[in-house]
């Protein structure tokens, strides 16, 4: 069975920054697979944050993270990545890294092949 895991949340001042990572169980899943992050935050949906193509590298970032949020992928490592700089409060959620075989603009949540467990960012005033 395939298995997402992700690290690199934690408690950090608005401004700073952090950086995510998704590893896969998988290298299978890294070639065939489009990867992208979403988010959680208590009381809403989850939303997408960034997206990531397999063939050629291209990036989806949602408009509220645009400029700030850089995702990237090591396909040796099985590793996929989220910089996050310049957080602000409104950044606080639970992040999910996800793997599905459709392309990023047809992602949604409701429909994910595979997600991982989930890692906390919250990002103090």
């Known amino acids: 069975q395939v298995q997402l895991v992700e690290s690199g949340g934690g408690l950090v001042q608005a401004g700073g920054s952090l950086k995510l990572a998704c590893q896969a169980s998988s290298s299978f899943l890294f070639e065939h697979y489009t990867l992208a992050w979403f988010r959680q935050a208590p009381g809403k949906e989850r939303e997408k944050v960034s997206c990531?193509?397999?063939?050629?590298?291209?990036?989806y970032p949602a408009d509220s993270v645009k400029g700030r949020f850089t995702i990237s992928r090591d396909n040796a490592k099985n590793t996929m990545y989220l910089q996050m700089d310049n957080l602000t409060p409104e950044d606080t959620a639970i992040y999910y890294c996800?793997?599905?075989?459709?392309?990023?603009?047809?992602?949604?949540?409701?429909?994910?092949?595979?997600w991982g467990q989930g890692t906390q960012v919250t990002v103090s005033a």
């Open positions: 996800a793997a599905d075989i459709r392309p990023c603009p047809g992602i949604v949540a409701k429909a994910v092949d595979v």
């Open positions: 990531i193509s397999t063939s050629d590298g291209t990036t």
